[in-house]
């Protein structure tokens, strides 16, 4: 891995500071910890009495004698090299730890080692174990000038500050200094993950005026969460590294934990078209489908769930990928001679398999399986299912939102139900967007119905402590064209019913209007 600059980040700044300022600073693990200092500058700057430490005490070596970490020194204070600088435009890159490599590779290089390459004003001023000197909690970072005189004060280069504000610099009352920001006013930003790094966004400090900055700046003021963000780590590239799922990703270095399959990889697998079942359950040995009896991660959102354990069954989930393609996954009440399982009804993913559906978009790893509804051959549309094992196997990645948008309106004075007037496809994705009125104190419930008055599916159920006018539209729960079981209905009219009922005076108002379901002709 080369060493990398981030070049790519700094075209995008703005060049309108006239002093170094840290661009990068990674504090975790430990052995990935690494500084970035950036000369954004037309003039190369020499680091002639530059220091960097991540004490708020490190004004201190002005006057006191002592600086190491036995006196009054928790971390480190060190000096660079008389003869080091940083070109124009350019970054140097400290590393804390002495065995970076163990983290960003052997052929990622750096220009400082901190305790090899840095000088320390006093004995063990570096810092004296071999532990993380960036705290992953909180703690600040400094680069400061002194000419070395006690009769100078120090100047503040550049300051970061993250966690909290319990190791904040404030040089405020301290004789030749002047104010800094109050430490409850400074801005600090959390910590970041592993395989993240602070990353600075923006030259442009936004600082206040008259304080103690090489250039006259208060440095303690710069408002960090817009001049900084938390991002992905340069060196490394996220992706699947699955070589078996679709997305898998050859230049990944760190797996994201998305890796998955394609429903239609799935369905699609077995190499010949007609392929032979061994009973129920399985497939012969020497069967023509390499993804059977594979892992595999699947993404979808669940549209179906049948309960066939009173028949000694398993639990049975159908789910949806964005492109239509659905696939079966089933999860057993208990071990048995398919799998290891548990009971979902009393687990914390319960709610997956209640109606109305089409709210779970869930990702689920098992094996790769048949049940075959016909004996002699596999039917590759409808007779795969996935074995999911185990609890931890089943993630909820996103709970689609039910509700409309409400807007309070007490000119209201009575209920109605308006569906947009346009006819849907929905095997096309098309929804229809609908809003109704309600009252004040009532509770509404918008369902579907055929033409025959046989209930399709429920739309809406909440109760409203003001009248108002509710609205769902693309994000907020159209109607997505299918039942309460998650199948598309069939062609034809359909009733948009609206039903009020006021639990203080027993008063129930209804409203309706027609909706129509096309088909792709």
Request: charged residues 20%.
């Amino acid at each position: 891995m080369k060493k990398i600059l981030l070049l790519c980040v700094f075209s995008l700044l703005i060049a309108d500071t006239d002093h170094l300022v840290f661009s990068r600073i990674t504090i975790k693990p430990d052995n990935a910890e690494l500084i970035s200092i950036r000369n954004p500058t037309s003039e190369s700057i020499s680091l002639n009495n530059y220091y960097i430490s991540d004490s708020p005490n490190y004004y201190k070596i002005q006057t006191e004698n002592d600086l190491s970490p036995g006196s009054q020194f928790s971390d480190f204070l060190v000096k660079f090299p008389d003869e080091a600088f940083i070109a124009s435009d350019d970054s140097i890159l400290i590393a804390i730890q002495s065995n970076y490599a163990s983290y960003y590779g052997d052929d990622f290089s750096v220009d400082f080692k901190l305790r090899d390459d840095l000088i320390e004003t006093e004995s063990g001023s570096a810092g004296i174990s071999s532990s993380g000197r960036l705290d992953d909690a909180q703690e600040c970072l400094i680069l400061f000038y002194w000419d070395g005189s006690e009769s100078s004060v120090v100047k503040d280069v550049d300051y970061f500050l993250w966690g909290g504000s319990s190791q904040a610099v404030n040089k405020s009352f301290i004789s030749e200094y002047k104010d800094d920001t109050d430490i409850n006013s400074q801005e600090y930003l959390s910590p970041h993950s592993t395989n993240y790094s602070f990353i600075r966004q923006s030259y442009d400090e936004q600082e206040l005026g008259n304080g103690n900055g090489i250039t006259g700046h208060d440095e303690t003021s710069e408002s960090l969460n817009s001049t900084w963000s938390t991002k992905t780590a340069p060196e490394f590239i996220f992706g699947c590294m699955d070589a078996n799922a679709d997305n898998y990703n050859p230049d990944a270095t760190i797996d994201d934990g998305n890796c998955a399959h394609s429903f239609y990889s799935v369905l699609t697998n077995c190499i010949e078209e007609e392929v032979s079942c061994d009973g129920k359950y399985d497939l012969p040995s020497n069967n023509a489908c390499p993804l059977y009896g594979q892992e595999v991660t699947l993404i979808g959102t669940v549209v179906d769930f049948y309960d066939i354990t009173p028949s000694n069954g398993p639990f049975s989930f159908k789910i949806e990928d964005k492109a239509g393609y659905r696939i079966s996954f089933v999860v057993w009440p208990s071990s048995s001679n398919y799998q290891d399982g548990f009971n979902i009804l009393s687990s914390s993913l319960a709610g997956i398999t209640e109606p109305p559906f089409n709210q779970y978009i869930v990702k689920i790893t098992g094996e790769v399986g048949v049940y075959c509804r016909s004996e002699n051959n596999l039917n590759i549309y409808s007779d795969w299912q996935i074995l999911v094992e185990y609890e931890t196997d089943i993630e909820i990645l996103e709970v689609l939102e039910k509700s409309g948008e409400f807007v309070n309106d007490s000119s209201i004075e009575d209920i109605s139900i308006d569906p947009a007037p346009f006819v849907i496809i929905p095997s096309l994705g098309e929804t229809l967007d609908f809003s109704f009125t309600v009252l004040k104190e009532t509770r509404a419930i918008v369902r579907i119905f055929d033409l025959s008055g046989r209930f399709i599916t429920s739309l809406a159920d909440d109760y409203y402590e003001l009248s108002g006018k509710i609205s769902h539209e693309e994000g907020l729960a159209p109607w997505d064209g299918r039942d309460q079981l998650g199948q598309i209905v069939s062609p034809g009219t359909y009733i948009m019913h609206l039903e009020v009922f006021s639990p203080a005076t027993g008063e129930t108002r209804t409203a309706a209007a027609p909706i129509v379901v096309g088909v792709k002709n």
